[in-house]
């Protein structure tokens, strides 16, 4: 029978913390609850949505938690209900104590109250990940890495493994990152000072997404673990589980090409501020397309909207050479691809009106690389 007190704010970040995993549609409707594991040396957290799993755990031997426990257990409660009546309650201290079998009495200050909640066999186990011989990340690499490819990955269900990142390691520390939706497509990569085991995966972006929120920038690494379909990334507090996309992941090696033959440097911000523009009228527009023009070394951008306007702007470039060009795109995929970018000016490579353009940071060449499908307008 559980009986614990500790410190209510850190509780209650802790449970939202462990909230991310929690859908409140689910499938099975037990996941909808939190999983609270009482035991001699701290509490561990537990929600799941089937896709991810998050295990978060206090330690009795944390200052800030403020942990006081008299008696062991567990139990389940609902996740919404549960961590809503947490924040309400009006003290800085809770005391949480199991009065029958899976019944809990929350008393905080003056306030007393009563909740009913469930018996945790009914709840699934997680499946266990073999944590030996851990890739380990900095956490701040590995988030920065998520944000400059996820932005790229499909949001279709139509084709599954497009809504992943394909993560691959060769050689044992040369780690890629790449994410597509046919139309655009970003790709990291890192030589990593440690080395594991091989490895080609595809994990939903989604979860990498969660995984960035979680993972906050107080933890300084993280480790990462693989099993038959599942990954596990630990930090000392927190273990994400996230189950992998299962099918082969195109290759996007074959879309990368040396030969150039138009060349521009740009300053990042400069760009990304007439895209913006371009955007507002382009927006309007059947096909939303802005017409790149590059003649005698000078760039320019052009809309034409019936219904709102247009758009006629001279691009200030920092390098230009090779041949005139004339190429229409989605200026949203160019605006999100800028705004992954954190180098101060971006080199854009041409080949073709029809073929795909290149964009990497201009003090960085080989190991960022993105690129966009034009549109064929007539």
Excluded: C, W
């Amino acid at each position: 029978m559980i009986n614990f007190s500790i410190n209510k704010a850190f509780f209650l970040q802790a449970l939202n913390t462990t909230k991310r995993a929690i859908s409140s549609k689910n499938a099975i409707p037990i996941l909808s609850s939190i999983k609270i594991d009482v035991h001699a040396t701290g509490i561990t957290l537990t929600g799941s949505n089937g896709q991810i799993s998050i295990e978060n755990s206090i330690a009795s031997n944390d200052e800030n938690a403020g942990l006081l426990i008299s008696e062991t257990g567990s139990i389940l409660l609902e996740a919404n209900f549960f961590i809503n009546i947490i924040s309400s309650l009006p003290d800085i201290s809770l005391d949480f104590k199991e009065i029958e079998h899976s019944q809990v009495l929350l008393t905080s200050g003056k306030s007393e109250i009563t909740l009913k909640g469930k018996d945790v066999e009914q709840y699934p186990r997680l499946q266990e990940v073999a944590t030996s011989n851990p890739l380990v990340f900095e956490t701040k690499v590995l988030k920065t890495l998520i944000a400059e490819t996820a932005f790229a990955a499909s949001t279709q269900e139509s084709r599954p493994i497009l809504t992943g990142i394909h993560l691959v390691l060769t050689e044992h520390k040369n780690f890629k990152a790449v994410a597509t939706d046919s139309h655009r497509m970003s790709q990291r990569k890192l030589v990593l000072e440690n080395s594991g085991d091989n490895f080609d995966v595809v994990l939903p972006s989604r979860s990498l997404r969660e995984f960035s929120a979680v993972f906050g920038d107080d933890i300084e690494t993280v480790e990462v673990f693989l099993s038959g379909s599942q990954i596990l990334f630990r930090s000392e507090t927190i273990s994400f589980y996230a189950r992998m996309l299962e099918g082969a992941y195109p290759d996007t090696d074959r879309l990368l090409v040396s030969d150039f033959e138009t060349e521009i440097l740009f300053d990042t911000n400069n760009l990304r501020s007439a895209m913006e523009r371009a955007h507002l009228i382009s927006n309007a527009t059947q096909n939303g397309t802005v017409k790149l023009e590059i003649v005698d070394g000078k760039v320019s951008a052009h809309v034409n909207s019936p219904e709102v306007g247009k758009v006629n702007e001279e691009i200030d470039t920092l390098e230009t050479s090779g041949n005139d060009l004339t190429i229409s795109f989605n200026p949203t995929y160019l605006i999100e691809s800028l705004k992954a970018l954190k180098s101060e000016t971006v080199r854009i490579r041409f080949i073709s009106p029809v073929r795909p353009f290149t964009l990497t940071p201009g003090d960085d060449g080989e190991n960022f690389i993105q690129l966009i499908t034009p549109v064929r307008t007539n």
